[in-house]
């Protein structure tokens, strides 16, 4: 099968002369800025984020405390449904407000460096919609690709991975935590400071989120957060799939960093769906995520169950064995990770300002240290903190990450041209590529839409094109037939001539009782 | 404030190897930008540092999302 991934990033944002009790009110604006073709609404009826992989649903999901802060302004906000509006773009991606944060979903790629391709053209899609945005109010809007605001307060870029059903829940925890706990030493973003457990702002640590967790394992994201993430929502044929979804990794601005963190979780993934198992279980997960992120010293020692001392280079060592073993000589991309994978790890113990041009929290940390040197600032310096959040602006004029990229300092993997092509048009060998279509060509026809279905209206009614049998890919054939239909009807016929011949069930007329 | 030029900036450093180049181009595609392939423009990321406003951290304060 191929393997759908996507990635979720929330963006913190400033608007001139806003504070944050604003921000619901000026994201969903900001979204509705979004000057390309789009289609809307939603679909929200197949989704429920309190069913959990654990065989339960929860009666409701853990509300973060900090809401109460906002009580009197989120009052007078529009109804939920309307803060979100939530668009789906013609590159099969969905655009929306997420609590205060323009949020930009990739569509499903099923290539890691399509996916580090979509995920930049997001950054490209919501510099469109600030345009848009301060040409009609006049006010500067500032986006940040980060996760926290220094302050206590975190947001997400979720990972997804789809997943085997056939796997047990038990086994896909106990086989990647250990991954997941470790993989931070590159796939951190950087940052100053700690917001939890008695605050300072005296070190810099790996991890954005690494604060924020505080269980092991469940289905909330918005409070007492965990490591691994419960919930059950496969959007995709719930008998045969999961949904892996990351909530533990930062935003990175580095491609390289994107593209290692994707491809090394899928093929760790990979490994335990086949039955594989590292073989060990790390003493206090939540304390040890911290402790790793923490740790000023870089060896980044933890303590087994087992109760040996080991280092989170030498657990991924594990995990990168194993599918150096089992995956090299596959494609050219498995190649280049496995590769991209050693060298990182090998460069993480003889001198990590070796990865200077390629993971985010050595770029930003050396940006840093010579700076506070050279001005002989302390880390607690509001300056530091300030540089430290210019970092993750995705202003192309006025952000760090992008300064480094202007000075030749930071390895890209994917070329200006495909991030063009990619803010336009789907990935061509998934769903992505029927959903961007029917955006493209008939967005006064649909009816509704979310990552498995589209409802779609012709002369005689409302009719479900169900994307769910195509997780596995989309037959080019079919793609080419529908890519020349001349109407909702023509598209539906298409699909359906192609169902029959794949003999799978995607198209069918059927009244929207939903 | 913190207008000093950044004596000793030393952004290069020596590289290793690094893993072959991943990147697929299509017709008219820059391609990537390798940091061994131009001089590097510090200066340029100083003046960028500089205009950094040092207050602004203190005002960022954003909603708790996912």
């Not at chain 1, 921000?23 to 604006?29: A, D, G, K, T, Y």
């Not at chain 1, 000057?35 to 069913?51: I, M, N, Q, S």
């Not at chain 1, 005296?202 to 505080?214: E, G, K, M, V, Y």
């Not at chain 1, 280079?313 to 280049?336: F, I, N």
């Amino acid at each position: 099968m191929i393997r759908l991934l996507g990635l979720e990033t929330e963006y913190g944002i400033t608007v001139e002369g806003r504070d944050a009790g604003d921000l619901l009110v000026e994201s969903m604006e900001l979204v509705r800025a979004y000057p390309g073709p789009h289609a809307k609404p939603w679909d929200y009826h197949p989704e429920d984020p309190r069913r959990d992989a654990r065989g339960y649903q929860v009666r409701h999901l853990t509300r973060s405390p900090d809401d109460d802060n906002y009580r009197q302004q989120d009052a007078k906000a529009p109804p939920v449904r309307d803060q979100r509006s939530d668009r789906v773009l013609a590159n099969g991606a969905r655009l929306y407000n997420d609590h205060g944060h323009p949020e930009y979903a990739t569509p499903e790629c099923a290539s890691v460096l399509d996916l580090v391709a979509h995920d930049r053209a997001g950054e490209r899609i919501l510099l469109d919609c600030v345009a848009e945005r301060e040409r009609q109010t006049g006010k500067r809007v500032r986006l940040y690709k980060n996760n926290s605001d220094h302050f206590g307060v975190s947001y997400g870029t979720h990972e997804n991975y789809l997943s085997l059903r056939e796997v047990p829940f038990e086994a896909l925890l106990a086989g990647l935590l250990p991954f997941l706990v470790t993989r931070q030493i590159y796939a951190g973003a950087g940052k100053i400071g700690v917001e939890q457990d008695g605050a300072s702002t005296n070190i810099f640590q790996l991890s954005q989120r690494a604060d924020f967790f505080t269980e092991v394992a469940s289905v909330d994201t918005l409070h007492r957060r965990p490591i691994f993430n419960t919930r059950d929502e496969p959007h995709a044929d719930p008998a045969r799939f999961r949904r892996l979804h990351v909530i533990c990794g930062d935003a990175n601005p580095s491609e390289f960093a994107t593209a290692l963190k994707v491809g090394a979780t899928a093929m760790a993934l990979a490994l335990v769906e086949e039955g594989w198992s590292p073989g060990l279980e790390i003493r206090e997960p939540v304390r040890t995520i911290k402790d790793l992120s923490r740790d000023q010293t870089h060896r980044w020692m933890l303590e087994t169950m087992q109760g040996a001392k080991t280092s989170a280079v030498e657990v991924q060592r594990l995990y990168l064995a194993e599918a150096h073993r089992r995956y090299q000589g596959r494609d050219p991309e498995t190649d280049w990770l496995l590769m991209a994978w050693d060298t990182v790890l090998r460069d993480l113990e003889e001198d990590v300002f070796r990865l200077v041009d390629r993971l985010d929290w050595v770029a930003k940390l050396h940006l840093l240290e010579e700076f506070r040197e050279s001005e002989s600032l302390a880390w607690d310096d509001p300056m530091m903190l300030s540089l430290d959040l210019e970092y993750a602006s995705i202003d192309r004029q006025e952000g760090l990450y992008w300064g480094l990229v202007d000075a030749g300092q930071m390895r890209q993997v994917v070329g200006s041209k495909t991030v063009a092509d990619a803010a336009a048009d789907p990935p061509k060998d998934t769903r992505a590529a029927l959903r961007g279509l029917c955006v493209r060509r008939f967005p006064e026809s649909i009816a509704s839409v979310c990552w498995s279905r589209l409802w779609l209206r012709n002369g005689d009614g409302e009719h479900l094109l169900d994307l769910s049998p195509l997780a596995e890919g989309v037959p080019p054939r079919l793609l080419e037939e529908v890519s020349r239909a001349r109407s909702v009807s023509d598209l539906l016929q298409q699909v359906q001539q192609g169902a029959r011949r794949a003999e799978t069930p995607v198209a069918e007329a059927s009244g929207m009782e939903e | 404030m913190h207008a000093t030029a950044l004596k000793g900036m030393n952004l290069e450093r020596e590289r290793m190897p690094l893993p072959a180049d991943p990147v697929r181009r299509g017709p008219g595609d820059e391609g990537p930008k390798d940091p061994g392939v131009r001089r590097p423009n510090t200066k340029d990321l100083l003046e960028r540092m500089r205009r950094v406003d040092p207050e602004q951290a203190k005002r960022y304060r954003q909603r708790s999302g996912e």
